[in-house]
């Protein structure tokens, strides 16, 4: 806090933020369920969110490059909080899709400018030997807004949810004023000012072997988690009998598994790296099966953590690959493009996922799911053999 004073109103808008989205698309899943044939209706919104976060992920990561950061976080906060309160507002008193699926794909675009700026401003503002440290702050965010945000959006959900909207959007625009400082945030030296091809994060990651690795890895793992993402809701709402406010209960507990993966993570990644990057989606795929099996509160919380433990393992390791290997004053390119093909096939699978569950229930598409990640082990094998030294022998750097 005493070295980077700006990092640390950028964690307080990225921890608001946070909160707000964990809110927002808890409250979009569960507004879904309640439409006619709820599976095709997750399906559908699922989709169409998916849509325009990989879109505006790459888009916005370029743009962060090119422009402040600073600013499009500001300018994405307020017009989502704006946009957010109204929507729910019409929602409150009609149900209609194609209302819904345009709250969802735009949440989903203002909610990317915002990781997007956020993941190009940090690089910026830190030096590179603080970089890890930075990182696993910043990666504090995720249990304390999982703890926080979804046992109070399942609480406010049970109230009504116009007043779990109306909390998102009052949250993201609190994060606004944390952003707003007399100093201005420092702007990384480049070699040329102009702005960069769009097209260059893609000439980035198909240039390194290392990445385009780890997204074949990466692809073939989100299939599998987008088709559980797609549909658990709805399963936990109809085969577990499980409220809205036990749901989000059980996804608070399940933050144990995030914190015990930030404790561990740091010092695995110095001697156990290639262990971790395979283990990591065997935890994920075990942790969607006991949920999907098990079916109760004890195997949501218990399945969750195990899923919870794993990504955020997984999370660590593909973070630090992307700042190692990206040239730095192109981190926003190369990581947008990098989540546009990490998550090119999520659409597909959200879509695939509502016409499984259509057809042949959420418990399939749940068995689905943990099966394509484990099947994505076989890439992460791959994957490990590439970093074998990669990332421990840089003992300065962690």
């Known amino acids: 806090m005493k070295r980077y004073p700006l990092v640390w109103r950028l964690w307080i808008s990225r921890f608001l933020t946070a909160n707000a989205a964990g809110i927002g698309q808890f409250s979009i899943q569960w507004l879904a369920t309640t439409f006619p044939n709820p599976a095709f209706a997750l399906g559908y919104v699922n989709t169409f969110g998916s849509i325009g976060s990989i879109l505006s992920s790459y888009i916005f990561g370029w743009l962060s490059d090119n422009f402040s950061p600073s600013i499009l976080m500001v300018a994405g906060n307020v017009v989502g909080a704006v946009f957010t309160i109204g929507i729910g507002f019409l929602l409150r008193n009609q149900h209609s899709m194609p209302l819904l699926l345009i709250l969802v794909f735009l949440w989903n675009v203002f909610i990317a400018i915002t990781r997007a700026a956020s993941r190009s401003l940090v690089p910026q503002t830190v030096d590179k030997e603080d970089l890890p440290t930075v990182n696993a702050w910043m990666g504090t965010i995720a249990p304390i807004q999982q703890f926080l945000a979804k046992g109070f959006a399942g609480i406010l959900i049970a109230t009504g949810l116009f007043h779990a909207f109306l909390a998102a959007g009052i949250v993201m625009f609190l994060s606004v ?32 072997r290392l990445l385009r690795q780890m997204v074949i890895y990466t692809s073939v793992q989100n299939f599998g988690f987008s088709v559980f ?7 936990l709402k109809q085969a577990a009998n499980l ?11 399940a ?7 930030l404790i ?23 942790g969607i099966a006991v949920v999907s099996l098990d079916g109760g509160m004890g195997g949501l919380v218990f399945g969750l953590f195990l899923l919870e433990l794993g990504s955020g393992f997984a999370n660590q390791t593909i973070g630090l690959i992307r700042q190692r290997t990206a040239p730095l004053e192109f981190m926003g390119s190369a990581t947008g493009a990098l989540t546009l093909l990490h998550s090119v096939l999520v659409p597909v699978a959200m879509a695939i996922s509502g016409l499984i569950a259509v057809q042949y229930g959420t418990g399939v ?34």
């Open 177 to 208: 004023f944390t952003l707003i400082s007399p100093k201005h945030y420092p702007k990384r030296g480049t070699k040329s000012h102009k702005t960069t091809n769009p097209l260059l994060g893609l000439h980035i990651v198909w240039s390194s």
């Open 229 to 235: 993402l797609g549909e658990y809701v709805l399963y």
């Open 243 to 253: 409220s809205a406010t036990q749901i989000g209960v059980g996804l608070s507990l």
């Open 255 to 261: 933050t144990v598994g995030t914190v015990l993966s």
């Open 264 to 286: 561990m993570g740091p010092r695995l990644l110095r001697s156990r790296s290639q262990m971790l990057v395979v283990v990591s989606p065997v935890l994920i795929a075990a």
């Open 365 to 398: 598409t749940m068995s689905i799911a943990w099966i394509v990640v484990l099947i994505s082990v076989v890439f992460a094998w791959g994957l490990a053999k590439s970093v074998q030294g990669y990332l421990q022998d840089t003992k300065g750097d962690l």
